[in-house]
Nanobody
Framework: QVQLVESGGGLVQAGGSLRLSCAASGLPFRTRAMGWFRQAPGKERAFVAAISWSGGTTDYADSVKGRFTIYKDNAKNTVYLQMNSLKPEDTAAYYC????????????????WGQGTQVTVSS
């Protein structure tokens, strides 16, 4: 049974930082691409970042480029999203995602999702 468990969300002031974590189980983490999506109230879920199974290639939404960094630790079966210079418009529930292909995550999202962690950025 595949499980993705996010943590690290919270309330932070604009300009601050947070690091989200997603612990994965029930799948061969070393061979999986991983990604993050977010959904703000009243909006559709949107792609944020993705990383290839090797960690060598990453993709980012234009809105977070230069501020967010995705990376994975295969020894810990965990993917991270380091978020710096946070803005109020980054407020959303953030979801972990996985698929065989980074391209699939980037285009439509993969098959498996976590339950989400809330990030709130105050102005």
């Amino acid at each position: 049974q595949v499980q993705l468990v996010e943590s690290g969300g919270g309330l932070v002031q604009a300009g601050g930082s947070l690091r989200l974590s997603c612990a994965a189980s029930g799948l061969p983490f070393r061979t999986r691409a991983m990604g993050w999506f977010r959904q703000a109230p009243g909006k559709e879920r949107a792609f944020v970042a993705a990383i290839s199974w090797s960690g060598g290639t990453t993709d980012y939404a234009d809105s977070v480029k230069g501020r967010f960094t995705i990376y994975k630790d295969n020894a810990k079966n965990t993917v991270y999203l380091q978020m710096n210079s946070l803005k109020p418009e980054d407020t959303a529930a953030y979801y972990c995602n996985t698929d065989d292909s980074r391209a699939s995550i980037t285009k439509t999202g993969g098959r498996y999702w976590g339950q989400g962690t809330q990030v709130t950025v105050s102005s």
